[in-house]
């Protein structure tokens, strides 16, 4: 079946602007979760869905950042007014329940703030 | 919150030596200790994984051992190939909130020489 899908899988922005980044779940995976890889640096967290739900915002590193899932399934991450630490690769995975479930990742969205 | 650390950061070996990366935890509760790989812009890929009930996991070239007493997990990879050649990620799951998520050690660049 389908993996996990990103869109779009490239992003050049201006400092300032907003942005938004889709992620499509595996169908049926009921947690979803973002982090981000900055370069030479290792995945970190940024949320969990479980459901429409986000328990566990915890690793959203300023409130430019915002998530929504709508439907149990897509779930965009946006980013307002971008600055040029926000440069980095945005990870999506989905995971059929959470705790202890294998995670399967997306093939992310490389996210450049000239 | 969990930390994870990750030795060494990067790992030379000739084909058909063995590989061996190591994880040290914090959190003694956290319970779930996956290994990702992933190859030059592509996304992480789970190789193996292992839960705090168990010591030792082994999935054809490649095991990873648990000692809970001293917070450190390790991946060997036994017979490498240049096809090993990859960034390695280990991740622990604390068990606090029951989300699932992962918090990531740096990563260890392996480049295995033909």
Redesign the interface.
């Given at each position: 079946g389908a993996g996990?899908s990103q869109s779009p899988s490239n992003k050049v922005t201006e400092k300032g602007k907003d942005v938004e980044l889709r992620c499509d779940p595996i169908s049926g995976h009921t947690?979803l979760?973002w982090?981000r890889q900055s370069l030479g640096?290792?995945?970190?967290?940024l949320i969990?869905f479980?459901g429409n739900s986000a328990?566990?915002k915890s690793?959203l590193p300023s409130d430019r950042f915002s998530a929504e899932r709508t439907g149990g399934s897509v779930s965009t991450l946006t980013i307002q007014r971008t600055q040029q630490e926000d440069s980095a690769v945005y990870?999506c995975?989905s995971?059929s329940s959470?705790?202890?479930?294998?995670?399967?990742?997306?093939?992310?969205t490389r996210l450049l703030v000239l | 919150g969990e930390n994870v650390e990750q030795h060494p950061s990067t790992l030379s070996v000739q084909e058909g030596d063995s590989a061996v990366i190591k994880c040290t935890y914090s959190d003694s509760a956290s319970n779930y200790f996956p290994w990702y790989k992933q190859e030059l812009g592509k996304r992480p890929q789970l190789i193996i994984d292992i839960r705090s009930n168990v010591g030792e996991k082994k999935d054809q070239r490649i095991a990873v051992t648990l000692n809970k007493t001293a917070k450190h997990f390790s991946l060997h990879i036994t017979e490498t190939q240049p096809e090993d050649s990859a960034v390695y990620f280990c991740a622990a799951v604390p068990t606090s909130g029951n989300t699932g998520k992962l918090i990531f050690g740096q990563g260890t660049t392996l480049q295995v020489k033909p």
């Open positions: 996990v947690a979760y982090y640096q290792g995945l970190e967290f969990y479980q328990p566990d690793g990870l995975a995971s959470g705790n202890q479930e294998t995670q399967y990742f997306g093939p992310g | -």
